[in-house]
C-alpha cells in the first residue's frame, strides 16, 4: 500500500513538472503581430552641387531625398544649402 502512494505521489509531481515546463516553452514561443503600416506617397527631392574653383567647374553632385510634400522639400534643400554653408563652401 506505501509503494502505490509512494508511486501515485511520484506520478503526480511528474505530471505537475511536466505542466510547468510545457507551458514554459510556449512563452517563450509567443507570435509577434506586426501591423502594416501603408506609407504616403513620396516624391524624390533633389539638390545639384557644382563645385568651382578659379572659375573652373571641378564637379558636380546630386543629392537626393524622399519627401512627403513640397513643403517638406524645401525645408530638405535648405538644411542642405545650410549644411554646405557651415562646411565653408559659398552657396548662389
Sequence with gaps: MKKIFLLAAFGVAGLISAKGA???KFESNK???VKKVEKSPTQTCGVVVTYYSGGQVVGSQTLTS???TLESCKKWQNGV???LQ???FWTV
Excluded: K, L, T
Design 86 to 88: 557651415i562646411a565653408g
Design 66 to 68: 524622399e519627401q512627403p
Design 22 to 24: 510545457v507551458e514554459n
Design 31 to 33: 507570435i509577434r503581430v
Design 81 to 83: 544649402r545650410f549644411a
